[in-house]
């Protein structure tokens, strides 16, 4: 049985940031997620572009990938490391950021996947009775950033690289029309491309 694995199921899959490569020896994708996940928090960081987050009244269960980690990890650091990728921070799960100190947690579960302890973030859902049609507002108004587009880190980068990663949702699909409409474009990757050309210079 493994020792350590971190549960990624957005864009932790593709972006797990130096230190959590560092320590992964493995990767074992299309894992099932042991609880549901739905686009219900918007995220500062994204110009509050929709981002997926565990639900209980909502979502379904998700394909995730696990990062199985060095016997040599231990779960104190595993969980650090994965606390500051997250929050984009410095510093270990002992400091407080922002006023709101839980807005994300690191949560821990035994024996799953062949793993002894896996551990997964959970950041606090701000978005309620969503719908496409806010999700699509929300992406779209993101994507106005030129700084955030350029980098990927908008809503509709989001959205699309989930949807390449199998991250599915009961929601994507109708949030994905949405956008697509719109813009008036037939796909995901057209629609990046036009809302490069509209972006705006970064203000703030």
Same mark, same amino acid.
């Given at each position: 049985?493994k020792?350590?694995?971190?549960?990624?199921y957005?864009?932790?899959?593709d972006n797990?940031?130096?230190?959590?490569?560092k320590?992964?020896v493995?990767?074992?994708?299309?894992?099932?997620?042991?609880?549901?996940?739905?686009?219900?928090?918007?995220?500062?960081s994204?110009?509050?572009?929709p981002t997926?987050?565990i639900?209980?009244?909502?979502g379904? $269960?998700? &394909?995730?990938? =696990?990062?199985?980690? %060095?016997?040599?990890?231990?779960? *104190?650091? /595993?969980?650090?490391?994965?606390? !500051?990728r997250?929050?984009?921070?410095t510093?270990?799960?002992?400091?407080?950021?922002?006023?709101?100190?839980?807005?994300?947690?690191i949560?821990?579960?035994?024996?799953?996947?062949?793993?002894?302890?896996?551990?997964?973030? $959970?950041? &606090?859902?701000? =978005?309620?009775?969503? %719908?496409?049609?806010?999700?699509? *507002?929300? /992406?779209?108004?993101?994507?106005k !950033?030129?700084?955030?587009?350029?980098?990927?880190?908008?809503g509709?980068?989001?959205?699309?690289?989930?949807i390449?990663?199998?991250?599915?949702?009961p929601?994507?699909?109708?949030?994905?029309?949405?956008?697509?409409?719109?813009?008036?474009?037939?796909?995901l990757?057209?629609?990046?491309?036009?809302?490069k050309d509209l972006?705006?210079?970064?203000?703030?």
């Amino acid at each position: 049985m493994k020792k350590i694995a971190i549960l990624a199921y957005g864009s932790l899959i593709d972006n797990p940031g130096f230190e959590i490569q560092k320590q992964t020896v493995q990767i074992v994708k299309g894992v099932l997620t042991p609880f549901n996940v739905e686009y219900a928090r918007k995220s500062i960081s994204r110009n509050f572009a929709p981002t997926l987050t565990i639900t209980n009244d909502t979502g379904s $269960k998700v &394909k995730a990938s =696990l990062f199985i980690l %060095s016997d040599d990890c231990s779960i *104190e650091f /595993a969980k650090d490391i994965l606390y !500051r990728r997250e929050g984009n921070f410095t510093g270990n799960l002992n400091e407080v950021y922002y006023d709101d100190i839980n807005w994300l947690k690191i949560e821990e579960i035994q024996n799953f996947e062949g793993c002894e302890s896996v551990i997964y973030a $959970k950041c &606090k859902r701000n =978005l309620d009775n969503i %719908s496409a049609g806010q999700l699509a *507002e929300l /992406a779209l108004r993101s994507a106005k !950033r030129k700084d955030l587009i350029d980098a990927g880190r908008d809503g509709v980068s989001y959205l699309r690289n989930n949807i390449k990663n199998e991250v599915i949702t009961p929601l994507t699909e109708d949030y994905t029309k949405v956008i697509l409409n719109k813009l008036e474009v037939q796909n995901l990757d057209e629609a990046i491309t036009k809302l490069k050309d509209l972006a705006e210079e970064l203000i703030i």
